[in-house]
C-alpha cells in the first residue's frame, strides 16, 4: 500500500510498503516504470506498531534517492517524468494508486509534496505539524481532519473506514483518502453515491397496479430501482424465518435488498440498511451463517474495497448490523496478507473452527483459511487439492469460481459457483488436507449463462435450498428475478438432484388431471381444459422410447406460438425456449417433467436430474396466451399422466 502517492490519469509515483519485496519500501509507479525492482539490496525495516518513521523520496532528473529516518535507504537511476504540473493531478493515501490494489495498517502523522528536491539537510529538518521554510506543494497536517494546507487540493474523501483521529490518518487493510482539485476527481471510482440528503431506508414494496406480465410467486424486485445485478445473497434461517438478501442498485449505491419468509414461498420486505452509505463500500457477494455462539452473521465482498467482510446481525429481525470487520488471513510468518485482490467470500464450521473462503480472481482457485474468532484469520492455501483431476471433471482448474457456497450433503462436500464463461455449476467431492478434491462437475440451470449466481441455506428439517438470480427475468424492466426455491440432495450414487421445495404446493388450486394421451409421431395435440399463464404442470411418462418429443406453454388458441419444452434425444438437451441444458434420456426411460408457468417465466425439472429457466416476453396489457399443447417427433407417444394446476400469488 502506499502512504502518499501523486498520480494523473494511469501514472502515479508513490511513496509504496512491501508490494514486490516484503518489510521493504520503495518508489511505486505505473506499471513500475521508474521503479527499482530488484530490491534485494534495500535494508528490511519493518515499521513497529506505535513507533514513527519518516520517509521520503527525491526526484533529481534521472535520479531517485529514498530516505528513512535522515538516513540514505536506496539511491537509483529512473527516467523520472513531472506530475507536478499536470492540471488534474491528484493524491492517493492507503491504495498503491486510484485504479490498482493494495492497502496499509497504519497512522500518518504527517505528509508532504514538495515542488523541488530537497537536500538530506533539508528532511532532517522536518517537523512533523511545523511549517517549514520552504513552502510545500501541497502539507496534510491531519490537525482536525484530511483537509489540504496549501488549497491545491480543496476537496477530498475518505473512504471504506479511513479515519483522521488524534491527529493523524487512520488507515486500516483498504481504507483510502483521496485529495484532489474537483469533485469529480475526488470521487473517482466512489462506490458510495453523494446524496442531497441523509439516506432513509428504503421498504421494496409491490405496486398497487400489477402489470399483467408480471410473476405472481417467483420472488421478484417489485419496485423502482437503478439496475442489475440481483445476485441472492445472505440466505439463512433464524428463530422461525427464512431471510434471503439479494444486489440491487438504489439511490445509495450497490445495496442488499431483504426479505424473510415463515414458508421460502410468500415474502416480505424489510427496509434496506445494507448500503453503502452505511457500510462505506457497495454490497456485493457474500453469504450468511451461524456463528458457534447461534447468531446470526454474513461475508461478503465490499464492492469498490478490494476487501471482504464480516458483520454480526444485531436485532432478530436482521434489521441491525455491526459495523463491517475486514476479512484477511496472516501468512505463515503472521504478516497479513493484504496484497491479495480479494473478493466472494463464504464461511462455514467445521471441528470447532470457522473456515473461510477469499476468492482472488476469475483465474484463480479461490483461497481457504481458517480462524477461532471471526477476526484472525490464518491463510491453508488453495480451495482446490493439488490432485484436481482436470481430465476427469472436464474442467480447468483454473475456471473461474464466483460466487461459491460450500456445504456439506451427506458425506460429500458440495462447492457451487457460477464461471462468468459457463454459468451456474457445481462440484461434488471431499474435504482433504485442509482443501477440496471434487470427484463431479455440471452446470446447472442451463448453458447460457442466464441461470446465475446460487445461495442456498438449511431448513430446521436439513434441507439444502438454493436460490439462483434469472437475469433479466422479467423483460426490459430488467427486474432481479430469483429462480424458485430449490432443494438439493445427492442420490445413491452421489449426484445431484433438483426439486421445487414441498412448500410450492400451498399455491396450488383447480387441479385437473389427463392420463393416456395418445398421440400419433410427428404431430401435436392441444389440451382442453387446461388454460393458465400461472400455473404447474407435470407430465408423466412411464416408457419414453427412443425418439425426442415435449410440450409448448403459453400456446395461443390453435396451439401455436408458444414457448416449446423439449427432450431433444439427439443431442442429449432439455431445451426450454432459447436456453437448454445437458440431460440424457435413455431408451425407454421413465420421464417426470414439472413446469412452472409465472407470466413470462417458464422453469423446467426433468426427473430431478435437470432444470432449465427461460422467459417468453410479452407486453403488459397485450393478449395472454395460456394454452398448452403436447407434441412427438419420429414415433408415437403415450402421455401416461399430464396434471395441471392454477397457482396462487405469493404476494397477496
Not at 237 to 250: D, E, S, T, V
Amino acid at each position: 500500500g502506499s502512504i502518499l502517492t501523486l498520480q494523473n490519469g494511469s501514472e502515479f509515483d508513490g511513496i509504496i510498503f512491501g508490494e514486490l519485496m516484503d518489510g521493504k519500501w520503495m518508489a511505486g509507479s505505473d506499471n513500475w516504470k521508474r521503479t527499482e525492482k530488484n530490491q534485494v539490496k534495500y535494508p528490511i525495516n519493518d515499521p513497529e506498531a506505535g513507533s514513527l518513521a519518516q520517509i521520503a523520496i527525491v526526484y533529481q532528473k534521472n535520479l531517485i534517492s529514498i530516505f528513512r529516518d535522515g538516513k540514505p535507504y536506496a539511491s537509483y537511476s529512473a527516467k523520472n517524468i513531472d506530475m507536478l504540473n499536470k492540471e488534474n493531478n491528484f493524491v492517493v493515501f492507503g491504495k498503491r494508486h486510484m485504479g490498482g490494489g493494495g492497502g496499509i495498517s497504519g497512522m500518518i502523522e504527517d505528509a508532504r509534496i514538495y515542488d523541488r528536491a530537497l537536500t538530506l539537510d533539508q528532511i532532517k529538518e522536518l517537523v512533523p505539524n511545523k511549517s517549514s521554510e520552504i513552502k510545500p506543494y501541497a502539507w496534510w497536517s491531519f490537525e482536525e481532519d484530511a483537509t489540504e494546507q496549501t488549497g491545491r487540493f480543496p476537496h477530498h474523501e475518505l473512504r471504506i473506514g479511513a479515519v483522521v483521529k488524534n491527529g493523524k490518518l487512520m488507515l486500516h487493510r483498504g481504507a483510502v483518502l483521496i485529495a484532489a482539485k474537483s469533485t469529480e476527481t475526488v470521487r473517482r471510482g466512489s462506490q458510495v453515491p453523494l446524496l442531497d440528503e441523509p439516506y432513509i431506508p428504503e421498504t421494496p414494496k409491490m405496486p398497487v397496479d400489477v402489470p399483467d406480465n408480471w410473476p405472481i410467486y417467483h420472488l421478484f424486485h417489485p419496485d423502482v430501482d437503478l439496475g442489475a445485478p440481483y445476485d441472492p445473497n445472505s440466505a439463512i434461517h433464524y428463530k422461525g424465518k427464512y431471510h434471503l438478501h439479494y444486489i440491487y442498485r438504489n439511490r445509495a449505491g450497490i445495496s442488499y435488498a431483504h426479505v424473510s419468509s415463515t414458508d421460502m414461498v410468500r415474502w416480505k420486505w424489510h427496509p434496506t440498511v445494507l448500503v453503502p452509505q452505511i457500510n462505506r463500500h457497495g454490497m456485493f457477494s457474500g453469504t450468511a451463517f451461524l456463528t458457534k455462539e447461534g447468531k446470526p452473521a454474513h461475508a461478503y465482498c465490499g464492492w469498490g474495497s478490494n476487501r471482504n467482510w464480516i458483520q454480526h446481525a444485531l436485532d432478530d429481525d436482521l434489521d441491525e448490523w455491526s459495523a463491517p470487520e475486514v476479512m484477511i488471513p496472516s501468512d505463515e510468518t503472521g504478516k497479513l496478507m493484504v496484497n491479495e485482490p480479494y473478493f466472494d467470500p463464504d464461511v462455514w464450521i467445521m471441528d470447532g473452527l470457522y473456515y473461510g473462503l477469499n476468492g482472488r480472481s476469475s483465474h484463480q482457485s479461490p483461497l481457504i483459511m481458517k480462524s477461532d474468532d471471526l477476526k484472525n484469520w490464518e491463510h491453508i492455501g488453495e480451495l482446490l487439492h493439488p490432485d484436481f483431476d482436470e481430465e476427469k471433471l472436464g474442467v480447468k482448474k483454473e475456471e473461474d469460481i464466483s460466487c461459491p457456497n460450500f456445504f456439506k450433503l451427506g458425506d460429500k462436500w458440495v462447492l457451487t459457483c457460477i464461471s462468468h464463461r459457463l454459468g451456474c455449476r457445481y462440484f461434488i467431492g471431499d474435504f482433504k488436507d485442509e482443501q477440496y478434491l471434487p470427484e463431479y462437475h455440471a452446470v446447472i440451470g442451463g448453458n447460457s449463462r442466464r441461470y446465475f449466481a446460487p445461495e442456498s441455506l438449511q431448513t430446521p428439517d436439513g434441507r439444502r435450498v438454493n436460490w439462483s438470480w434469472f437475469i433479466n427475468g422479467n423483460g426490459k424492466d430488467h427486474r432481479g428475478t430469483q429462480s424458485l426455491p430449490t432443494k438439493m440432495s445427492l442420490d445413491s450414487n452421489d449426484r445431484m438432484r433438483f426439486r421445487p421445495i414441498q412448500e410450492l404446493e400451498t399455491l396450488r388450486y383447480a387441479k385437473k388431471e389427463k392420463t393416456f394421451i395418445q398421440i400419433k409421431k410427428n404431430s401435436s395435440k392441444l389440451i382442453d381444459g387446461m388454460k393458465g399463464d400461472h400455473c404447474e404442470i407435470e407430465l408423466v411418462i412411464a416408457n419414453t422410447g427412443n425418439r425426442s418429443f415435449g410440450i409448448d406453454v403459453l400456446c395461443n388458441d390453435e396451439g401455436r406460438d408458444g414457448l416449446r419444452i423439449k427432450v431433444h434425444r439427439e443431442k442429449n438437451l432439455l431445451q426450454v425456449g432459447d436456453q437448454n441444458g445437458d440431460f440424457t434420456l435413455k431408451t425407454g426411460e421413465p420421464l417426470s417433467l414439472r413446469i412452472f408457468v409465472d407470466a413470462c417465466l417458464v422453469e423446467v425439472f426433468a426427473n430431478e436430474k435437470q432444470l432449465v429457466m427461460a422467459d417468453k416476453k410479452r407486453p403488459a396489457g397485450s393478449k395472454i396466451k395460456d394454452r398448452i399443447a403436447l407434441f412427438s417427433g419420429e414415433s408415437d407417444l403415450l402421455i401416461d399422466r399430464l396434471s395441471f394446476w392454477k397457482m396462487k400469488s405469493a404476494y397477496q
